[in-house]
């Protein structure tokens, strides 16, 4: 089955994403409301939890498979849950995708400084790519036969 998966950090980046899944989506770019994106403590990566007066940007991908979401799953970790939310793209479309969730019980994990991809780039792409792509890849690699 194909499923819809909007990524709102780390994951909004093709390589990031082709490193994780062995594969690139096709993807436009969307907006979940009602969710605010913050830093995880220690951490260049964000989470986003529930807040009415907030909207996070990301990118809406098509096509990933249910393999591919366990995989996912493997490469968020216990950090995060995978809920089922409305999101929306440019063209005023809605539509529900998969989107990983700080849990509640992992709140505390979250600064309360917003996450903004452009700085990450800038400051955390490097040292992200070593060591929690590629330096994690045993949790999740035998999933895509590497």
């Not at 994780?20 to 951490?43: D, E, H, M, Q, S």
């Not at 800038?122 to 070593?130: C, I, N, P, R, V």
Request: aromatic share 14%; hydrophobic share 35%; charged share 25%.
């Amino acid at each position: 089955m194909a499923n819809r998966l909007f990524c709102y950090g780390t994951l909004q980046i093709a390589v990031v994403m082709k490193a994780v899944t062995g594969r690139t989506y096709p993807g436009v770019k969307a907006r979940l409301p009602g969710y605010a994106i913050y830093r995880v403590k220690g951490a260049d990566y964000p989470g986003v939890i529930d807040s009415p007066d907030h909207e996070t940007v990301g990118m809406l991908y098509r096509g990933i498979t249910d393999e591919k979401l366990k995989i996912l799953d493997l490469f968020e970790g216990e950090l995060y849950e995978r809920r089922l939310l409305e999101v929306n793209t440019a063209d005023s479309k809605s539509y529900h995708a998969w989107v990983y969730v700080i849990s509640l019980k992992n709140r505390t994990y979250l600064t309360q400084e917003s996450w903004h991809l452009k700085t990450f780039m800038e400051k955390g792409f490097d040292t992200f790519m070593k060591y929690y792509v590629n330096g994690r890849k045993e949790i999740y690699a035998k999933k895509i036969g590497k």
